[in-house]
């Protein structure tokens, strides 16, 4: 079994409020997102933590059409997120394993959220998936969004309980009845 991505098939439904703007990553507020989600997620002792949204846009010179290399930590703890990604055409998410660690470099968004990258010579390929909605993702590992065709939105909602990020094993464990 892949320890990077699963599709999930919930019994609820997520209705994004698309953001105004032209920013490539902005916080989602909370209370925007679906009653029945977070009922449902509730009901399985799962809350979601600072909540984003990405935006991709090809062909634009003030927008990026991709994601680069990154992890969405400061360390590697291989934490899973929801994501329900919105593109008129396939969104294809990539994770790796890093080569050399002199090579990992911390940063930090826009909006205050750090993060590890390293120079994509620097890592090797290991799995790869076209990401839907919605879908479970490992994003404490080094992954990236390979360049858009078309505008993609994706919201993302870090998991916690019990006042931690739910482990990639652990929320597998806990959706195991969701996957497919």
Known sequence: MNTYHHYLKIPVTFTPVFPDGRQII??????LISKGLI???????????????F??????????????IHTDSSNFDNHVKMNFV???????????????ADLLENFTTPIGTRYITTPRDNCELVYSAEVGQPSLVNTG??????????PRWCFSFPLWQYEQRLTWDHAVDIFKEYIR
């Open 141 to 150: 590992m080094l992954h990236d969004i390979s360049p858009v065709t078309g």
């Open 55 to 68: 935006h991709l846009r090809p062909n634009d010179a003030d927008h990026l059409d991709h994601l680069p």
């Open 86 to 100: 919105y593109s008129d055409t396939p969104s294809t998410m990539n994770w790796f394993e890093y080569k050399n």
């Open 39 to 53: 009922s449902w997620l509730s009901s399985l002792d799962i809350g979601i933590g600072g909540a984003e949204v």
């Open 26 to 31: 902005a916080p989602y507020e909370k209370q």
